[in-house]
């Protein structure tokens, strides 16, 4: 007997279909079955079930005489499952990588609940519920491809779909509402497809991430009053759970109000019979005590609801008006501000600080910061920060927010300017002030006007934008005569480099041994354990920038005993969906450590022992410490031809460079991740790209450009160095 019984009904989907069985098949998890039904469709989709059929024993087929709609169709295939559990996956979505994995480590670990709810960490718990226990699990999407199902479970209360478009809905609530245990996994599990045209309508996905492409206007939305209808006749065959009657009334009045006010779901000569209906199922299924204000509307008639909505639209309208008006206001008296400071002389005396855009006291300019504060301790320092990272400063750090009109009073006096991106547009620089730029590493991807020729990789950005923010730089730090020339080439404007290395690796160049012992005891590391830190980058040839290049779990259990796996995500995907897809309950269940919001990068490479990237410009840093690298790329030539890359890091490691996961798990299963060999590469690209790094940057920056004494000397280059050719 199988562990899961993964049911996919198909029907006219021949572009998606190969992508979600091969989702399936290939999951590290292998203990399952594949039920594909074959619902009548008219393009030769059967075939390919067939085919897979073929190849894999795992996969069973069923050809359904006629076309029956998704709902009956995942009937007839629970009729053939055996597995423990049921999945449903719609044939156009596909399962993440690992996703089976994570589950079956979950039922596992909750003791196999009756249902099992996928992809919400907000409703996450430690242990099991009901539904009674913890009634928010019933404001999640009402879907049926968010959860795992015990088939015995299912059996014995005698679920099952029925006709409709909106069939999710009548099987969601009933199997919430009975299951004796619920538990919640923490992973994103399915990749959800939008689509135009499918097998489920704007129904059973609240607003807030319905694709527009669903709101499909026609009469199938009717069906939803069916379905409600359902639900109630199976509430009156439960007793004991009559005290979910007036949730299920309420929930059903909005439901049905949401899609009426849909622009898109209603043809207009519908709407007036659907708001009648809704509105005598409302009154038909009425419980006692009050009906909230926002429901009110169904006790009343539809010339009465079109007269609130035409209400409604004028109250918008009029709180939008006011809204700009007050921000007109705003700007005027912020004008004015910046107006009479920016006649005022500059104060030689202040600089002003910022880092990721306005993200906190960190990198270059953060480094900058503490040597100033003590080798200039009269220059007064003021860090630009948003509002939501204030908690997180350090003490006694002097801070405007962006916009605020202390913001403009100290940007319209300030001598000296230093931050790692470029300031904002409206940052007008005065003559005689310092622009001083950090960036934020040695550039391996391409960056500027070598953007030009990359329409994907300057998607979103202004590149001659970008550009007139970069002329009012007046000085480049440089780390590396690669740096020099790349940044020279990228943005060609009026600046001089300064060769200081990087002030924010002073830190690491001046590590001890034991300098990373607080942060590996702060992530709970037990001690003699191997830190491997593995430091993905994004992707421009993905939407989002995330693409899955390693099953972290897999790697941590090839890893083996002794060893601890950290995970630092690139900062552009740190509020993104990688965590979804497995790496937040990896870090819960103590498989991983996730480290990705520790505020230093640098207390994390210093608590490694290792390095694992694929293109992160993190191995430029990490290559002061002296500590094997391993650069995985398995994806070179595609993140190549769509970002660009200044040097061929495969040709010009830091160490050994594996094309493949199983060469990645090769090489730390022999060893060869601390061979000779890897010593040799590291030391080649230390000489090329830490040249002008020897633990004084932050010294040198403060005392040349903003004390302006003599140029601390910079280490000699090494020849190497001369070596550099842009492609």
Not at 385 to 391: A, D, F, G, H, N
Not at 399 to 427: G, I, M
Not at 591 to 607: H, S
Request: charged fraction near 25%.
């Amino acid at each position: 007997m199988p562990r899961f019984s993964v049911i996919v009904p198909v029907h006219a989907v021949r572009g998606f279909l190969r992508e979600c069985l091969d989702s399936v098949l290939r999951q590290s998890y292998t203990d399952l079955e594949l039920i594909t039904v074959d619902d009548c469709s008219p393009d030769g989709s059967g075939e390919i079930l067939d085919a897979y059929a073929a190849r894999d024993p795992r996969v069973k087929v069923l050809h359904l005489p006629q076309n029956v709609g998704p709902g009956r169709a995942r009937n007839a295939g629970m009729r053939h499952a055996a597995g423990d559990f049921l999945l449903f996956l719609d044939s156009h979505d596909t399962l993440t990588p690992g996703a089976l994995g994570a589950v079956a480590d979950r039922l596992e670990e909750t003791g196999d609940p009756d249902v099992l709810v996928l992809d919400h960490a907000r409703a996450c718990r430690s242990g099991t519920f009901t539904a009674a226990e913890y009634p928010e699990v019933m404001e999640l999407p009402r879907v049926v491809w968010n959860k795992a199902y015990r088939r015995e479970f299912v059996e014995r209360q005698g679920f099952a779909f029925p006709p409709g478009y909106y069939e999710d809905t009548p099987w969601t609530f009933p199997v919430l509402l009975t299951a004796g245990s619920i538990a919640t996994l923490d992973r994103i599990c399915v990749a959800y497809r939008q689509r135009r045209h499918g097998n489920t309508l704007s129904d059973i996905l609240p607003s807030d991430i319905l694709p527009d492409a669903l709101s499909t206007a026609g009469r199938g939305h009717f069906d939803l009053l069916d379905q409600y209808e359902r639900i109630f006749t199976f509430l009156d065959s439960r007793p004991r759970l009559v005290g979910w009657r007036r949730y299920l009334h309420h929930t059903m009045g909005e439901h049905c109000l949401e899609v009426l006010a849909g622009p898109d779901r209603l043809p207009p000569e519908d709407r007036a019979e659907f708001f009648r209906r809704s509105a005598g199922l409302f009154r038909k299924y009425r419980t006692v005590g009050p009906v909230p204000a926002e429901l009110q509307v169904l006790h009343r008639s539809w010339a009465r609801y079109r007269a609130g909505r035409r209400a409604d639209r004028v109250r918008r309208a009029v709180r939008e008006r006011e809204r700009a008006v007050r921000a007109a206001a705003v700007d005027r008296v912020g004008a004015g501000v910046s107006f009479v400071h920016a006649h005022r002389p500059l104060d030689a005396n202040l600089a002003v600080y910022s880092a990721f855009s306005h993200q906190g006291v960190l990198g270059d300019p953060a480094a900058v910061h503490r040597a100033a504060r003590d080798l200039a301790p009269h220059l007064r320092g003021v860090w630009v920060v948003r509002p939501e990272r204030v908690p997180s400063l350090p003490p006694g750090i002097e801070y405007v927010l962006p916009d605020s009109p202390e913001h403009r009073r100290v940007t319209a006096r300030a001598t000296y300017f230093v931050n790692n991106v470029n300031w904002p547009d409206e940052q007008v620089k005065r003559p005689g002030s310092v622009h001083i730029h950090t960036h934020r590493g040695t550039p391996l991807k391409y960056s500027g006007v070598d953007l030009l020729g990359r329409p994907g990789a300057r998607y979103g950005l202004d590149v001659p934008r970008m550009l007139r923010a970069a002329d009012r730089w007046d000085h480049s730090l440089v780390a590396n005569r690669h740096s020099e020339l790349v940044w020279s080439r990228a943005y060609p404007c009026h600046f001089t480099s300064l060769r200081s290395g990087s002030p924010r690796n002073d830190v690491l160049v001046n590590a001890g041994p034991h300098s990373g012992a607080e942060t590996r005891a702060r992530l709970g590391i037990p001690d003699g354990h191997t830190v491997v830190l593995y430091a993905p980058t994004r992707r421009d040839y993905r939407l989002g920038g995330h693409v899955e290049r390693v099953d972290l779990a897999r790697f941590a259990a090839d890893l083996g005993e002794g060893h601890t796996l950290v995970v630092r995500l690139h900062p552009s995907l740190a509020d993104g969906p990688a965590r979804g897809l497995g790496l937040a309950e990896l870090h819960r269940r103590g498989v991983v450590v996730d480290a990705t919001d520790e505020p230093y990068v640098e207390d994390v490479m210093l608590a490694s022992d290792v390095l694992v990237t694929d293109y992160s410009a993190l191995m430029f840093d990490y290559a002061h410490l002296d500590r094997p690298i391993v650069v995985h790329a398995d994806d070179w030539d595609a993140f190549t031809a769509s970002r660009g890359a200044y040097l061929d890091i495969t040709a010009d490691a830091p160490g050994p460079v594996p094309r493949s996961y199983r060469e990645l798990a090769s090489l730390f299963a022999s060893g060869a991740w601390r061979d000779a060999e890897s010593a040799r590469l590291r030391a080649g690209f230390r000489a090329r790209f830490c040249e002008f790094d020897d633990g004084r940057a932050a010294e040198r920056v403060v005392r040349t450009l903003l004390l302006g004494e003599a140029e601390v000397p910079a280490p000699r280059a090494a020849p190497a160095a001369d070596l550099l050719a842009l492609s």
